[in-house]
T-cell receptor
Framework: DAKTTQPPSMDCAEGRAANLPCNHS???????VYWYRQIHSQGPQYIIH???NNETNEMASLIITEDRKSSTLILPHATLRDTAVYYC??????????????FGTGTRLTVIP | NAGVTQTPKFQVLKTGQSMTLQCAQD?????MSWYRQDPGMGLRLIHY???????DQGEVPNGYNVSRSTTEDFPLRLLSAAPSQTSVYFC????????????FGNGTRLTVT
C-alpha cells in the first residue's frame, strides 16, 4: 500500500473550515484514500473514503486531485469536538477482504475557541 | 447495538505473567484485528482474522497469540508479558465486502512492570 505524508499539526478557529492535506504521490490506480480520526486516545473513527471522485457525507468532504497524488479532508464548520488526530490512509482492497490499514502519525488538529 | 467491546479497560501485569485481552463484536463482521499504539506513534497491526478459524500475522505479531473460534470473539493472548508490551491495544472489525469501514473498540491500556 502507498504511504502518505501529512503535516504533524494544524490549528483551526472554531466555526471555520478545517482543511487537512495529505500527500500520496505513489498511489496506484486501485488504491482508495481513507480518513479516520482519533479523539483523545479513543479508538479511531471512520470519517470518509474515496477513489477518484470527490465525496461528501454528514461529517466531511474529501477532495482528491485529478492525478490522485494528493487529497484534502474538509470539515466545513469545525467545532471543539473536532480536536483530534486525523489519519490519511491509502490501501487496496485485496482478494482476501482483509481490511488491514497502515496508520502513520497523522495530523493533530486543534480547534481554537 | 454495542459495536466492538474490549475488556478490561486497564490492566497492570508483572513481567512474565500471562493474560488475555477480550474483544467481542455484535455486528456479524467477518474481519477482526488487533492493533497496538505506543506514545506518539500510529497504530500497528498485530494479528488479524478474515473469519472463524482463520488468523494471520500483521506487522508486529511477536509475543502475541490469537484464535478465532466464533465470528463474534477475537481474544489476544500474551503468554509471557514483557515491559515492551506496555501499550494501548485496540480491537477492530468490519465486513469483508467492499470498502467497509473499520469499527474500533475503546482500547485496553496495558502496563507491564
Amino acid at each position: 500500500d502507498a504511504k502518505t505524508t501529512q503535516p504533524p499539526s494544524m490549528d483551526c478557529a472554531e466555526g471555520r473550515a478545517a482543511n487537512l492535506p495529505c500527500n500520496h504521490s505513489t498511489i496506484s490506480g486501485n488504491e482508495y484514500v481513507y480518513w479516520y480520526r482519533q479523539i483523545h486516545s479513543q479508538g479511531p473513527q471512520y470519517i470518509i473514503h474515496g477513489l477518484k471522485n470527490n465525496e461528501t457525507n454528514e461529517m466531511a468532504s474529501l477532495i482528491i486531485t485529478e492525478d490522485r497524488k494528493s487529497s484534502t479532508l474538509i470539515l466545513p464548520h469545525a467545532t471543539l469536538r473536532d480536536t483530534a488526530v486525523y489519519y490519511c490512509i491509502v490501501r487496496v482492497f485485496d482478494q482476501t477482504g482483509a481490511n488491514n490499514l497502515f496508520f502513520g502519525t497523522g495530523t493533530r488538529l486543534t480547534v481554537i475557541p | 447495538n454495542a459495536g466492538v467491546t474490549q475488556t478490561p479497560k486497564f490492566q497492570v501485569l508483572k513481567t512474565g505473567q500471562s493474560m488475555t485481552l477480550q474483544c467481542a463484536q455484535d455486528m456479524n463482521h467477518e474481519y477482526m484485528s488487533w492493533y497496538r499504539q505506543d506514545p506518539g506513534m500510529g497504530l500497528r497491526l498485530i494479528h488479524y482474522s478474515v473469519g472463524a478459524g482463520i488468523t494471520d500475522q500483521g506487522e508486529v505479531p511477536n509475543g502475541y497469540n490469537v484464535s478465532r473460534s466464533t465470528t463474534e470473539d477475537f481474544p489476544l493472548r500474551l503468554l509471557s508479558a514483557a515491559p515492551s508490551q506496555t501499550s494501548v491495544y485496540f480491537c477492530a472489525s468490519s465486513h469483508l465486502q467492499g470498502n467497509s469501514p473499520l469499527h474500533f473498540g475503546n482500547g485496553t491500556r496495558l502496563t507491564v512492570t
